[in-house]
């Protein structure tokens, strides 16, 4: 055990206490001591409360896995979003299957986390969930140490996967794709259906009104899911033309992100007219309703005969068809409601014709103001 001091920048002292247990370095700073002779009476002092136990070693060899995972989620739980929350609870029950729910957090070592590694990429997981699962592991760990119940983070260096997949596009719908899914929705479509007497019938598949009124909200909102769900009538105001959406999604600090108005088109004030205003959700949604909602999603999409698509990229398709009739990406910021503008300029590839129009607007030596285009004359010899 050593008393050691470091000169900071400004020239001022500062003493930590420097010892090893069981084999693991611990440092403990001494806050607001600046002199060598103080320093030196609280290091014996320290010495001392050591020697009769009554100094937390944040040593903890029983610590399990299970504890170290539920207590992280139960701290995430607090500052994030319920949709987050359920993320990381499905990390830990996977992290929990694989590795055993009695392990003690502090054995997991590099080469046990990278085997699970491998285990994610035999299962089909890309690298970007891969490092997501590996992140939550970390930080739990990071949690603990913190806590004072482990001693050291094993983990805390390991490096991420890189992503060797080619950069995806953000994919979004045709028009008469949107409109095949919504005819889907709406009228739903005849199937011939053979049974086992040998006789056919025809049956209509794929009708789901209250999928087909989200998906239209949805489409001409650019809302996000979980945004869709929390909206209430007091959020639609017909008269002013305006509907507000209520975001869970944090911002920079832990803040919450500010709520943001959205126009209500034609489409859409056709849409609210037809449909009950009752107290609450607009869209009534059960939560075992909600969880289902992706999957009869694809299910349209699938009987309406277009390409595979996500509920996610009915908002790709909103911001991606205002790029492509000239809104300004500074719009479609405010519209989408991201915190920065470096978000919204995945969608600067479809609005070309905006950077034309703009250089268009230049009038340099411009022919259209009676002024003639000089010709350079040709050099002689």
């Known amino acids: 055990m050593e008393l050691r001091e470091r000169r900071g920048k400004d020239g001022t002292l500062r003493f930590f206490i420097d010892w090893t247990v069981d084999?693991?370095?611990?440092?403990?700073?001494?806050?607001?001591?600046?002199?060598?002779?103080t320093a030196q009476v609280a290091f014996a002092e320290f010495q001392t409360r050591l020697a009769r136990g009554q100094v937390g070693l944040a040593v903890n060899a029983n610590l399990s896995l299970r504890c170290c995972l539920s207590?992280?989620?139960?701290?995430?739980?607090?500052?994030?979003?319920e949709r987050h929350g359920t993320t990381l609870e499905s990390y830990a029950k996977e992290l929990l299957e694989y590795f055993g729910e009695n392990k003690p957090a502090r054995t997991l070592t590099e080469s046990a986390v990278n085997e699970y590694r491998l285990h994610l990429q035999a299962s089909g997981n890309c690298a970007d969930t891969i490092n997501r699962k590996v992140t939550f592991l970390q930080a739990a760990l990071e949690r603990a140490v913190r806590d004072g119940f482990i001693p050291k983070n094993q983990l805390k260096h390991l490096s991420r996967l890189s992503d060797r997949r080619p950069e995806q596009v953000n994919t979004y719908m045709e028009q008469d794709e949107v409109d095949r899914v919504l005819d889907v929705l709406r009228n739903g479509i005849e199937k011939t259906v053979n049974r086992s007497n040998g006789r056919h019938y025809m049956i209509r598949v794929g009708r789901n009104v209250k999928l087909y009124r989200l998906v239209v909200f949805l489409v001409n909102t650019g809302a996000r899911l979980g945004e869709a769900f929390q909206l209430t009538w007091r959020d639609v105001n017909l008269d002013k033309s305006i509907v507000t959406l209520q975001t869970t999604k944090k911002a920079a600090r832990g803040k919450r992100t500010k709520a943001r108005d959205i126009p209500i088109n034609s489409t859409l004030r056709e849409l609210f007219d037809g449909m009950d205003k009752a107290e609450g959700s607009v869209f009534q949604y059960s939560a075992s309703a909600r969880s289902q909602v992706g999957k009869a999603f694809r299910n349209a999409v699938r009987l309406a005969g277009v390409k595979p698509y996500r509920v996610h990229d009915l908002r790709h398709t909103f911001a991606s068809w205002l790029a492509i009739s000239g809104v300004s990406l500074y719009t479609i910021k405010e519209l989408l409601g991201h915190a920065t503008l470096t978000m919204t300029m995945r969608y600067a590839h479809l609005c070309p014709s905006v950077k034309s129009e703009a250089v268009e607007r230049l009038a340099f030596g411009d022919a259209r103001k009676g002024k003639k285009v000089l010709e350079m004359p040709a050099r002689s010899g």
């Open 23 to 37: 084999g693991y370095r611990r440092r403990q700073s001494l806050k607001n001591i600046h002199d060598r002779k």
């Open 71 to 81: 207590t992280h989620v139960k701290a995430k739980q607090v500052t994030s979003c």
